[in-house]
């Protein structure tokens, strides 16, 4: 997350990305099983104290004494309360901005066949695309957002799979017509308000950091 | 980077995503200017104190006294450093596992044309995909992997873009031929040998992300 300057309250980034790490964990498990912090720590290659530290900042999610001496937290009541500290138990609008091979990629992912994140549009700048069909969803040119966005239902977050050199101009179209939240793909840092949130999803960066690691293995 | 366990030496995974922003951040600046580390960290919303500190774990990459007094360090001397330290300054050849929608849009990705990442093979399970082409390249099936890495060029990295339930097997067949680095796209994490490094980029888990911070805005 590289801007969370106009926070209510002062999480870590770092403790958020962990609790989706603690939801695919729990995944495989049977909802009426019980998991100690040590066992998802072993599983998940970090400290028991971390995971009940970070657990402990949402206390109130999960209710008190939700952890059972001796059997753990039940996988089911650990679940729900990530799921609703992370807000994706209920559905969140989503439009995809950019329909190339990276959009149309996207919008064929099977996670978005779940009830939590729902495409509910996608567009395009390039006239020969505006019309189409791509995944059931017609193809929108950008230029109607702002009629979209008064007029369709709430959009909770774009993700922009422009190319590098539209990133900037997309991401400002977005924001000005309210757009709160980003998920950016383009290999760039983009500029928005103090009010906006932007993820980014660079894989060369990735690539790099991997290229990295690989030397150092014995 | 989820799995670090065997390496030489105690760099911080954090560190190294660390530098690969710095270079997302040089890539705007001519060769020839000087940025200080305050004004890289004004651009990057850090301090400067802790870019001195992650550029100081490499000094001998740069050379002693590589910033200059009154003007900072030389975007040129600083980029190259940093390509050095990540292993991006020579050809880092990749395999992408997986010719579906997702396999297809990082192979059509421009940032490939750059230098230090080449793609030298697809791969897909599914017979009526071998044989055919994707941006030049011959789709290869999954079952020849052994061969390709005996009499082709060494493979630095591979990219899985399968479905997440051929995500462990395909691993699995990797790690097993010899493949020593993957990029999981599968949300699930992958078990390796503890010789192997495993990224994992995990659209939905962003998405989780994103949707927390965008309640706390205000």
Redesign the interface.
């Known amino acids: 997350?590289?801007?969370?300057n106009?926070?209510?309250?002062k999480i870590s980034?770092r403790v958020?990305?962990r609790?989706?790490?603690y939801?695919?964990?729990l995944?495989?498990m049977s909802p009426d099983d019980y998991i100690s912090s040590e066992e998802m720590a072993e599983?998940?290659?970090l400290t028991a104290a971390q995971i009940r530290k970070d657990l402990s900042n949402f206390i109130s999610e999960f209710g008190e004494g939700f952890g059972v001496r001796g059997k753990g937290y039940q996988v089911r009541i650990l679940y729900s309360g990530i799921e609703r500290?992370?807000?994706?138990h209920k559905t969140?609008n989503?439009i995809i901005v950019g329909a190339?091979?990276?959009g149309?990629?996207?919008l064929?992912?099977?996670?978005f066949t779940?009830e939590?994140?729902n495409v509910i549009g996608i567009f395009d700048s390039a006239e020969h695309k505006v019309g189409r069909e791509m995944s059931g969803l017609k193809i929108r040119n950008i230029t109607e957002l702002d009629y979209f966005l008064e007029t369709k239902d709430r959009v909770?977050?774009a993700i922009l799979t422009v190319?590098?050199v539209a990133a900037q101009e997309m991401a400002d179209k977005l924001t000005a017509a309210g757009v709160?939240?980003?998920?950016n793909f383009a290999?760039?840092?983009i500029k928005v308000p103090e009010?906006?949130?932007v993820?980014n999803?660079?894989?060369?960066?990735?690539?790099?950091?991997?290229?990295?690691?690989?030397?150092?293995?014995?």
């Open positions: 997350m590289n801007q969370v106009s926070m209510k309250e980034p958020i990305e609790l989706t790490k939801l695919r964990c995944e495989s599983k998940m290659g500290i992370l807000g994706v969140n989503i190339g091979r990276l149309s990629a996207l064929s992912e099977p996670e779940k939590s994140f909770d977050i190319p590098k709160k939240s980003l998920l290999p760039l840092k009010n906006v949130v993820a999803i660079d894989l060369y960066a990735k690539l790099q950091e991997l290229n990295y690691w690989k030397e150092k293995m014995v």
